[in-house]
């Protein structure tokens, strides 16, 4: 997928086409070292997907259907760049980006040489394929993740939070696990606070962290930032969820269907479904810092999107749940 979403793969791969090593871990997994704030919600039966029918027809968040899920832990926020560096200190692993040598960068947010950045994404030339861009450098080589540190890790494939997950004791969550924390509680609500983007009074309120002005020329920053914020920033959802909506996509375990909901559908009330077994893709949720209704409105909690698995992006993270007994 190309878009405000997340770039796929192949515009950094044009310049290095030589794959990936195969990621193992060189030490035993370490779960102490993984310090992770969590809520415990008990077993409970929700109605996923979107009520208002206003999504991307291709992006299938319709039917709505009854799902019910066992009981589960989830972190309150996304993984942030020291807890993501704890894990890179304790293995010496290395991300895909870094191993490719380029990942996907925002225009306006760039900082890098001029020969560092490579080009631009096909069909979207504000993403731009960035020489040294990484977790550890997310905006490119100039920048470092120790001057955020507080703020969720990006530039992260799904393999690499696979292998966080692995030694953190933790796993991705489940499309279904996803929606129904993200949702906190408010049933078939467009927004993790309500159904109206900046409050029920009309005022202009921010409650997450998403684009304002012209997409993607200008970011007025009225919400204080032109990337990502820190991973606590703003009100969290009553289950106390940060940002559920908008700073950072969240990878999520499942492999991604548009058709998927319709089967659900036909089965009734389904238990602690794990998503399809194909797909183009794997699911991202939550929008990010990058949405804006002119374009991209994938910020409602119902939206879902994907991307290839090995594709990492400026806008890309993930939070972990317990791991299956």
């Known amino acids: 997928m190309s ?44 109605a996923m997907g979107d009520p208002f029918d206003e999504g991307y027809p291709n992006d299938g968040e319709t039917p ?26 304790a293995t010496g692993y290395r991300t895909e980006s870094e191993v490719y040598g380029t990942s996907a960068v925002f225009h306006l947010a760039v900082q890098a040489d001029k020969a560092d950045i490579l080009g631009t994404a096909t069909g979207t030339p504000w993403w731009l394929n960035v020489k ?5 450098h997310p905006a490119g080589p100039l920048s470092s993740w120790q001057d955020i540190p507080d703020h969720p890790v990006t530039q992260v494939s799904h ?50 962290n998403i684009w304002q002005g012209t997409f993607p020329t200008e970011n007025t920053c009225d919400d204080g930032y032109l990337t990502t914020a820190p991973a ?15 700073n950072v996509w969240e ?42 209704d002119s374009y991209c409105n994938r910020y409602r909690l119902a939206a879902r999107s994907s991307n290839s698995p090995e594709s990492a992006s400026g806008n890309l993270g993930f939070r972990t749940v317990s791991a299956p007994a």
């Not at 606590?232 to 908008?246: D, H, I, M, V």
């Open 251 to 292: 990878w999520c375990a499942d492999w991604f269907l548009p058709k998927y909901y319709k089967s659900c559908l036909a089965q009734g009330t389904v238990t602690d479904p794990p998503g399809p077994t194909i797909g183009r893709g794997k699911v991202m949720r939550g929008g990010s810092y990058l949405c804006h």
């Open 64 to 89: 709505v259907h009854a799902v019910q899920l066992s009981a589960f832990s989830i972190d309150t926020t996304a993984v942030s760049n020291a807890a993501f560096a704890a894990f890179v200190d």
């Open 3 to 46: 878009s405000c979403c997340s770039p796929g793969p192949s515009e950094r791969h044009e310049h290095l086409p030589e794959s990936p090593q195969t990621f193992t871990l060189s030490v035993p997994p370490r779960h102490a070292a993984a310090v992770h704030t969590e809520v415990s919600l008990p077993a409970g039966t929700f």
């Open 132 to 136: 040294g861009a990484d977790w550890a």
């Open 159 to 208: 393999t690499d939070a696979l292998a966080y997950c692995a030694w953190a004791g933790r796993a991705l969550p489940t499309e279904a696990q996803w929606e129904y924390a993200a949702r906190g509680g408010l049933e078939q609500a467009r927004y993790p606070w309500g159904n109206d983007l900046h409050g029920a009074d009309g005022g202009l309120v921010h409650h997450c």
């Open 232 to 246: 606590t920033s703003y009100e969290p959802n009553a289950f106390g969820l940060y940002q559920t909506s908008g």
